[in-house]
T-cell receptor, first 116, second 113 residues
Framework: GAVVSQHPSRVICKSGTSVKIECRSL??????MFWYRQFPKQSLMLMAT?????????EQGVEKDKFLINHASLTLSTLTVTSAHPEDSSFYIC????????????FGDGTRLSIL | GQQLNQSPQSMFIQEGEDVSMNCTSS?????WLWYKQDPGEGPVLLIA?????ELTSNGRLTAQFGITRKDSFLNISASIPSDVGIYFC?????????????FGDGTTLTVKP
């Protein structure tokens, strides 16, 4: 089955640090990847859609300059949280879809980001 | 925008009991998906439904794509402790919006041994 790998699984860093999270599709090519944020006991909140070779599409209210997304290849998308602050602490999850009409999203295992 | 109403919000059941949860929407979807999320992990796909009226099973799990395309349910039979987790439904409109999915708020399942 489709496998999506997300790294790192956990990050603890000081306020002001920029943090990069990687999302890789291991056994399929993903022209589209998605980045979500999840608060405790809540559903997944879509932040942006990452498109291979073009600019990401951000959801309303998500700061483009704060959450930089790069989708340089068909198997890798990265999310960089720039100058992170404690309010950016959250669980970030990526997903990826293979091409074709009947292809569901498959999720990575998430990254727990804690900003001190 | 599209919204999914998922119910119930939480369930507390005894091991061995059957479970049923559902999602409804005011919008039509071409795909319905059911995921399970364990604490600290990403959601895992359980069942994908692509055709109105489709009934699909995955072990003790059964899900159906509503005939109106606006709802779906998930049943779990003979629940076991490892069924504990949060179950999310998701609706997808084909390849439009780059296959973006709309998620329900989740059903938290607790199974008492």
């Amino acid at each position: 089955g489709a496998v999506v790998s997300q790294h790192p699984s956990r990050v603890i860093c000081k306020s002001g640090t920029s943090v990069k999270i990687e999302c890789r599709s291991l056994d399929f090519q993903a022209t589209t990847m998605f980045w979500y944020r999840q608060f405790p006991k809540q559903s997944l909140m879509l932040m942006a859609t990452s498109n291979e070779g073009s600019k990401a599409t951000y959801e309303q209210g998500v700061e483009k300059d704060k959450f930089l997304i790069n989708h340089a290849s068909l198997t890798l998308s990265t999310l960089t949280v720039t100058s992170a602050h404690p309010e950016d602490s959250s669980f970030y999850i990526c997903s990826a879809r293979d091409t074709g009409p009947r292809t569901p999203q498959h999720f990575g295992d998430g990254t727990r980001l804690s900003i001190l | 925008g599209q919204q999914l109403n998922q119910s119930p919000q939480s369930m507390f059941i005894q091991e061995g009991e059957d479970v049923s949860m559902n999602c409804t929407s005011s919008s039509i979807f071409n795909t319905w998906l059911w995921y399970k999320q364990d604490p600290g992990e990403g959601p895992v796909l359980l069942i994908a439904l692509y055709k109105a009226g489709e009934l699909t099973s995955n072990g003790r799990l059964t899900a159906q794509f509503g005939i109106t395309r606006k709802d779906s349910f998930l049943n779990i039979s003979a629940s076991i402790p490892s069924d504990v987790g949060i179950y999310f439904c998701a609706g997808q409109i084909g390849n439009t919006n780059a296959g973006k999915s709309t998620f329900g708020d989740g059903t938290t399942l607790t199974v008492k041994p």
